[in-house]
């Protein structure tokens, strides 16, 4: 479905991501592993097309996406929550969750669709939806960013270290959400980054390994016992 070659990004001169390589496949949960600095963030907005890169090739269902600006990425069908969030504060949450929708033109009908689906995944934002973006805590504006991503994760759900500064019961129902999307959404790929591999255990089909901005492939008998 979606396939990275030799992808090489730099940023204010500083080489950050390296010869990645990798593929990504429809149903799959695909985890890439990394310490803070490895480049995680960096490959994600470059798949997005947030931040150019020097070299290489993406390509989506046999379509090389890099020439493409950034808002011409998210209509292919690729959903993208990042660390920050990035609520508009003065925004209702729901709002906040149609907003990609607006953007991408969708008839009436179709966000309706797309909405009903994300408060059947996410009962809790229903209960919240008329709050103001700066109304949530942390943790729920997680919840929020993620409902945003799926209104346009069609075929790629993309999130950045969804988990970091979740307080544990917050964690194990973002966790038991993603359980349920892998069940519901049999078809979407998900692409999560995180700094430990302990965190996504339960939901992790396939494990990337980011060091100095190269990307491999961790063997699956040390993704049972990482």
């Keep these: 479905m979606l396939t990275v070659s030799s992808l090489d990004v730099s940023l204010a001169g500083a080489k950050i991501l390296r010869d990645v390589t990798f593929s990504l496949k429809p149903g799959v949960t695909t985890i890439l592993i990394g310490r803070n600095g490895a480049g995680k963030t960096t490959l994600l907005r470059a798949i997005m097309g947030l931040v150019p890169a020097d070299s ?7 379509k090389d996406i890099l020439p493409l600006a950034a808002f011409a990425r998210a209509p292919a069908g690729i959903g993208y929550a990042p660390e920050d969030r990035r609520l508009i504060p ?27 689906k994300v408060y059947a995944l996410l009962p809790e934002l229903h209960i919240m939806r008329a709050r103001p973006g700066n109304g949530v805590s942390g943790g729920q ?22 988990f970091q500064g979740l307080a544990p019961a917050l964690a194990l129902d973002y966790a038991r959400t ?10 979407l790929a998900l ?32 993704q049972m016992t990482a």
Excluded: H, W, Y
């Design 191 to 222: 692409f999560i980054t995180e700094s430990s591999p302990n965190l996504l255990k339960s939901v992790a089909d396939e494990t990337l390994l980011i060091e100095r901005g190269a990307v491999n492939l961790q063997p699956r008998e040390t």
């Design 178 to 187: 993603l359980s349920r999307l892998r069940e519901t959404m049999r078809d």
């Design 56 to 62: 290489g090739s993406i390509v989506l269902d046999g």
């Design 141 to 162: 504006g997680k919840m929020v960013a993620l409902g945003r991503a799926l209104m346009v994760a069609e075929k790629l759900l993309m999130l950045d270290e969804p």
């Design 90 to 116: 003065e925004f209702s949450v729901e709002d906040n969750i149609l907003l990609p929708g607006q953007a991408l033109k969708l008839s009436r009908a179709e966000i309706k669709r797309r909405l009903e």
